[in-house]
């Protein structure tokens, strides 16, 4: 079963508008990552969140983590084309680093 | 530092056969792991090993065998290919406290 969930499914907007993914999950977790697919490509590590953090940044990426609500959303200011991906969150829990992943949200970024 | 490295790319196999997946990582990762992707999916954990000589179950293992007999290598077997294995493999690596860094990846289609 899937750990974390991400909403949306799909997202589209337009060139240098914001786009927030979400990540809700089911049990206690150590950290939360995020990472970026490209069609038909590996994934690249964007954050990882630990579980005592609330708020990172990393340039155009803002990552916020609610423990009590067991959710954490991906904020990608001034959106471009080259963002047009799909983005997973994936948490480690259980005093593991066993990374479960949700199902992704595809982003499109309409020029 | 070549990061994580997967053999093959691609593979074609017939059910029945078997086959391994080779992974191979350069930055002395503690961690690795063993994951699949179906189409329109997120990942899904098929084995892991948090250190040279130990394996673990993840969320979908069976059919499948690992091995990490050196601390940079993680094997991914399978015995008996079927049809529903088809799917790109992801191998992961990780430090205890770190970023997961990904293969490129290895589509693998079983007739």
């Known amino acids: 079963s899937q750990q974390g969930e991400e909403d949306p499914q799909a997202l589209s907007i337009q060139e240098g508008e914001n786009a927030t993914m979400n990540c809700s999950y089911k049990t206690s977790i150590n950290n939360l990552q995020w990472y970026r697919q490209n069609s038909g490509r590996g994934l690249v590590h964007l954050i990882l969140?630990?579980?005592?953090?609330r708020e990172k940044h990393s340039g155009r990426l803002r990552v916020t983590l609610d423990t009590s609500k067991k959710s954490s959303s991906l904020l990608i200011t001034a959106s471009r084309a080259a963002d047009t991906a799909s983005y997973f969150c994936a948490t480690a829990s259980g005093g593991t680093y066993k990374y479960i992943f949700g199902t992704g949200t595809r982003l499109k970024v309409l020029a | 530092n070549a990061g994580v490295t997967q053999t093959p790319k691609f593979r074609v196999l017939k059910t029945g056969q078997s086959m391994t997946l080779l992974c191979a990582q350069d930055m002395n990762h503690e961690y690795m792991y063993w994951y699949r992707q179906d189409p329109g999916m997120g990942l899904r954990l098929i084995h892991y090993?948090?250190?040279?000589?130990?394996?673990a179950k993840g969320e979908v293992p069976d059919g499948y065998n690992v091995s990490r007999l050196k601390k940079q290598n993680f094997l991914l077997g399978l015995e008996s290919a079927a049809p529903s294995q088809t799917s790109v493999y992801f191998c992961?690596?990780?430090?205890?406290?770190?970023?997961?860094?990904f293969g490129p990846g290895t589509r693998l289609t079983v007739l």
């Open positions: 992961a690596s990780s430090p205890r406290t770190g970023l997961t860094f």
């Open positions: 969140i630990r579980s005592n953090e």
């Open positions: 090993s948090v250190g040279e000589g130990t394996t």
